[in-house]
């Protein structure tokens, strides 16, 4: 028998079916509902129902004050530090953020029946003497040591604000009308008997108020205890029950049952696989129950409530009806995630607002904002567009001129428009654009149900802060708003429609108070949920509350181990799931509960399990087979495309990465850059380079020209560091690399002034000069052309002999130069050994008669600038070399054509950029 069923048959014995002068006081609506099912069900006829509430509803019964809501507690808090600090007075952005804390204080205060005065006094005496000290304070330790001597005056002050106008907080109600029907009793009265059923925390209010309708009337507490975690002095979850009927034994229970330690009753832990993977564990259960046990008899538990949309997502077909009793988090939904992208860019906006008028949106939280679901999924190719424009332009900043193409711009131009009046633009255009976003998800209403039902619970939110933000116009900075924003959809929940009576019932840990099952499961069975360990957010220190016997983390443990052992005492089939893995939805480490089960219950059959899940997961793929699609592309790459420096070096590095980015053509995509990077502080040295060379090909260097380019290698750089930045100014590390791309530059123009003025002669080829050569391979019985391709950065004559040049920005080790050996495996070839090789032999192919050298140019640090490669036992030129690695190269591409040796990943590769 449940214990609503319990309650139901002494009702009746004690009142028959007329129960209208009764009132049941039961912790949730929901254990409301399932009281007159019970008594339904044992009366079987028409009777008059009990009236039935819950605490906070018997209170405002007697209290003549509203009720107000947090946020609007917190700038009435604010207007009663002002009225006490006068100019002092700190901002409501500082305010707040103790402002909330001290909320939650003044609460606990009342509830537990303390002389504030007493408390921030210990509180203050704590605080002076550890900033004791025998010199005199300094002017910062006298104001921090006013800020707590004013807490007092700041509650009675705040106390006495709200009176004035009729409001109240649930702390201040409670302790009033304690006071008051312990002063004059219960004069009036709907009922002439209560019941208080199913409560455990109960606070020195709330045990005041039941011991004043004792006096007044028939009045009964009924507890739902167990006598496993009563009898054991050290039982968290008996904590709260023991601790009340020391003090006051007339609220005893009579006869506790001891239910939980059965024989009865089977106990199956799960270790899940991972977190997620907790609602297919349930899924499986619910899947391998009878058919015939009755679906009303049968909860699954959720104390972490982001497992909600999981679980009910993997469903089985064979649950034919199921209630969520719970809400869903409105802070977990897509269309609130959308609404914090908008707030971030806008808080992003007012960070650069003061320092560059012609700033607007910063690309990181405008391309999180275009990148959101619910805009990709209803504007997804304009949002493309844009997003491969900021890429493609190298936007560091968001122009309003670069967003006329959106159509939620064109809508709602002030959501992208800097908020200056924080009292209602962010509302206003919050509201602005889930109203633009409605009817476009209203379309396939049946898909966007969850969002729908998001936006009309938003409105709902946004509508009450505006109303509250008129009233109380102080926000002044964009975080404030955030804040104040977080905290009231943290306080609100979808509900999910349903017969609440009827099915497999889905719910939290708190709305199953007063209710049983014969079967559960519960989900996140770990540590961090089940308890929630410490958070404590008090500016109260733990040994002051211990001292005026206030609730701490202690206490909130007992809380969670009284829901959960409670809701297992007369269960007969129970499944707790857990997982020991820490990922982004939780801890992984099992909850002490768990244990406590394993040790405590002897007489339970209990058993575990570990549970794999199988998520559906493509493999990495670490080889690829040469089949005819890959010779087919191959060919194609070869005699098309052509073979470079690069592709080989990465053939050889990597073969599967070589597939992905030559073969199949898959590149990573560009980012827009803020900083330089490496590859584009290369280009850009490279282009200056170009632009100041290229008047001089074909003719004889000459240390006077050179000297004059000196003069313009400033600006060419700036300007190109502008035109790839998209940016009007240099700061920070651009700057500085800008500033080394100079030096680089200069380097090489003095290098050469240097060689003229000490008598070389150089006359200059060319400037990046691209090459394509055909290379004749025999594959397959045929004979094909490889194109050969690539770019020198420059190429001269110096002193009759040709140079082949190759400019190296980035960090060079001389060291790794080493001789090239044809006649070893080329995967023994370093890099840089292959190109200057591969160079001397493209361009030595039309040049058969010149004397040809290959150079790597340095110019990072103050190393070596002119450092040559070299073939081991060759020169670069004459048929021998051309031979050499005319067979040397085929060797590479026959390992590319050979069908019997898969594209291999490989492990020591430290720069895949795809198949990493």
């Not at 004050?65 to 917190?74: C, F």
Request: hydrophobic share 35%; proline share 3%.
């Amino acid at each position: 028998m449940t214990f609503l069923d319990e309650l139901a048959e002494r009702l009746i014995n004690s009142h028959g079916v007329d129960l209208k002068d009764c009132a049941v006081i039961l912790p949730s609506k929901r254990s409301s509902l399932y009281l007159k099912k019970a008594l339904s069900r044992k009366i079987k006829g028409t009777f008059w129902a009990p009236l039935t509430l819950n605490f906070t509803d018997l209170i405002s019964r007697y209290s003549s004050d509203d009720l107000m809501d947090s946020t609007s507690l917190s700038f009435e808090l604010y207007e009663a530090h002002k009225e006490l600090a006068g100019q002092n007075a700190e901002s409501f952005d500082q305010f707040y953020k103790w402002g909330e804390i001290l909320l939650s204080d003044f609460n606990q205060i009342d509830l537990y029946q303390l002389d504030a005065s007493e408390v921030f006094k210990d509180l203050q005496n704590i605080q002076e003497l550890e900033s004791w000290s025998m010199e005199t304070h300094t002017e910062l330790q006298k104001k921090y040591l006013s800020f707590w001597k004013g807490l007092a005056p700041l509650y009675y002050t705040f106390n006495k604000h709200l009176q004035s106008k009729g409001l109240t907080y649930s702390g201040s109600a409670y302790k009033r009308v304690a006071e008051q029907l312990r002063e004059s009793g219960v004069t009036e009265s709907e009922f002439n008997a209560i019941y208080f059923c199913g409560l455990n925390a109960l606070s020195p209010c709330e045990i005041d108020i039941i011991n004043s309708f004792k006096k007044s009337m028939k009045t009964e507490v009924i507890w739902d205890v167990d006598q496993h975690y009563i009898s054991n002095p050290n039982h968290e979850a008996g904590h709260f029950y023991r601790s009340i009927i020391r003090h006051n034994s007339n609220l005893k229970a009579d006869n506790i049952p001891d239910n939980l330690d059965s024989t009865d009753t089977t106990i199956t832990i799960y270790e899940s696989s991972s977190t997620i993977s907790q609602a297919k564990i349930a899924a499986q259960i619910l899947d391998e129950r009878p058919q015939k046990n009755n679906p009303e008899s049968f909860a699954i538990i959720l104390p972490d409530p982001s497992m909600l949309l999981p679980l009910v997502h993997e469903m089985p077909s064979s649950v034919n009806s199921a209630n969520v009793t719970m809400g869903f988090p409105i802070n977990k939904t897509e269309i609130f995630s959308l609404l914090t992208h908008v707030i971030k860019f806008q808080e992003n906006s007012k960070k650069y607002e003061t320092q560059r008028k012609n700033i607007f949106i910063h690309h990181k939280p405008f391309q999180r904002f275009i990148k959101h679901p619910v805009l990709r999924y209803l504007f997804g190719e304009e949002l493309d567009r844009m997003d491969y424009k900021i890429r493609k332009e190298n936007k560091v900043f968001i122009q309003e001129s670069d967003l006329s193409d959106l159509s939620i711009y064109r809508s709602i131009p002030t959501l992208f428009q800097t908020w200056t009046n924080l009292s209602n633009q962010p509302v206003e255009s919050l509201l602005a654009l889930i109203d633009f976003l409605e009817p476009r998800l209203g379309e396939d209403s049946d898909r966007n149900k969850i969002n729908l039902q998001s936006i009309s619970q938003l409105r709902e939110v946004l509508t009450k802060l505006g109303q509250t933000f008129s009233r109380y116009p102080y926000v002044e900075k964009m975080s404030t708003f955030k804040r104040v924003f977080n905290n009231i959809c943290n306080n609100h929940e979808l509900a999910f429609y349903g017969e609440p009576l009827s099915g497999i019932q889905i719910m939290g840990l708190l709305e199953s108070r007063a209710l049983d099952f014969e079967e559960l499961i519960i989900l996140s069975v770990n540590e961090g949920i089940l308890p929630r360990g410490r958070q404590d957010n008090s500016i109260l220190p733990f040994d002051l509350k211990r001292h005026h016997k206030l609730p701490a983390s202690k206490e909130k443990d007992a809380v969670l181990s009284n829901h959960f052992f409670r809701l297992l005492q007369r269960a007969k089939n129970i499944h707790l799931v857990y997982s020991p893995l820490t990922d982004r939805f939780g801890s992984g480490e099992k909850s002490r509960f768990l244990l406590q089960l394993e040790e405590e219950l002897h007489q339970v059959k209990i058993s575990s399990k570990k549970f794999k899940t199988f998520l559906a997961k493509k493999p990495k793929q670490d080889a690829v087979r040469k089949n005819a699609e890959y010779i087919k592309l191959l060919d194609n790459y070869l005699t098309n495309n052509g073979l470079s420096i690069s592709g080989i070096n990465r053939f050889i590095t990597c073969p599967l990465d070589f597939y992905y980015t030559y073969i199949c053509g898959i590149r990573d995509d560009d980012q827009v850059q803020e900083e330089i990077e490496d590859s584009s502080m290369g280009t850009i040295v490279h282009g200056v380079l170009e632009d100041i060379y290229h008047p001089f090909i074909d003719q004889e260097l000459r240390a006077a020209s050179l000297r004059k380019s000196l003069e313009s290698v400033k600006d060419l750089t700036e300007q190109k560091f502008k035109t790839l930045l998209n940016q009007k100014n240099l700061f920070g590390i651009n700057y500085l690399s800008k500033e080394m791309a100079i030096l680089q530059i200069e380097k090489v123009l003095r290098a050469d002034i240097e060689d003229l003025e000490n008598g070389e002669e150089i006359k200059l080829l060319g400037v990046e000069l691209d090459f394509s050569e055909k290379l004749k391979y025999s594959w397959n019985g045929n004979t094909i052309d490889i194109k050969l391709t690539g770019k020198i950065d420059r190429v001269d004559t110096k002193n009759g002999i040709v140079r082949l040049i190759d400019y190296k920005t980035g960090t060079f080790d001389n060291k790794k130069l080493k001789s090239l050996d044809l006649n070893d495996s080329f995967q023994n070839a370093s890099n840089l050994e292959l190109q200057l090789a591969f160079y001397a032999f493209v361009y030595g192919r039309n040049h058969p008669n010149k004397t040809i050298t290959s150079w790597i140019v340095a110019l990072k640090g103050n190393k070596k600038l002119y450092n040559q490669g070299s073939v081991k036992n060759l020169p670069y030129f004459g048929n021998d070399f051309h031979q050499a690695f005319d067979s040397f190269l085929k060797s590479i591409i026959d390992e590319m054509t050979n069908e019997e040796i898969d594209l291999i990943h490989d492990e020591s590769s430290k720069y895949c950029q795809i198949c990493d």
